[in-house]
């Protein structure tokens, strides 16, 4: 009787314990921000977990229906606009956010915008330059598809199918996030709620919050 009791307790203590998974990234959050990383990420050939807390992904990507912003692209000098810089679309930024804005990230956004619309058209982005200005542009710069559709569709779509034909990557719709494990003051992982209600823990090197509002 002793003997079947300790086997029944260790039964039950064993399939009570849950080995966490391991993975090189995880990103929280399935925007134009999470797909960006994670997709850069998996094509350095990392293995890469993207949680999403809602069922579908995309997040408020999916509604942005404006133009990418973007200065000295080659789009933009074919059309004989010259004399944008990244200063001029920080300075913009800057001005649109009543100068409470941090110049040294507007003036990123600035310089790496360029890059960003060059890789995305690599990717496969049906990309125009639009002659009009968006809120706040002293210089004609939005970038979106050429048939004058929302933009943020748009590059959702080119990312989801980006990332299915990469192995790397594995998308979690309805998976949220509730605690970034930190361990000796190093980030070491996140804990999860599931689809199916269960909390569970993902072990990574490293881990990308992008969550936006």
Avoid at 133 to 139: A, P
């Amino acid at each position: 009787m002793k003997r079947l009791l300790i086997a029944s307790l260790c039964t039950i203590a064993l399939s009570s314990f849950a080995f966490a998974e391991e993975t090189d990234l995880v990103v929280v959050g399935s925007g134009g921000a999470g797909m960006s990383a994670a997709l850069t990420a998996a094509q350095a050939g990392k293995k890469v977990i993207m949680l999403e807390k809602m069922p579908i992904i995309g997040g408020n990507t999916n509604r942005a229906e404006g133009g990418m912003n973007a200065a000295r692209t080659l789009q933009q000098l074919e059309h004989g606009i010259t004399h944008d810089s990244a200063m001029t679309m920080s300075l913009d930024a800057q001005k649109g956010g009543h100068y409470l804005n941090n110049p040294e990230l507007t003036l990123a956004l600035g310089e790496n915008a360029k890059e960003a619309e060059a890789w995305m058209l690599s990717l496969g982005a049906d990309f125009c330059h639009r002659m009009g200005r968006g809120g706040g542009q002293s210089v004609a710069r939005g970038h979106g598809p050429c048939d004058g559709s929302a933009v943020g569709a748009h590059i959702m779509k080119l990312f989801y199918k980006t990332a299915k034909s990469i192995p790397g990557i594995e998308i979690r719709p309805s998976n949220k996030v509730t605690e970034v494990i930190v361990k000796d003051g190093k980030v070491a992982g996140v804990k999860v709620i599931g689809k199916d209600k269960k909390e569970y823990t993902i072990d990574s090197k490293a881990v990308v919050l992008a969550t936006g509002g």
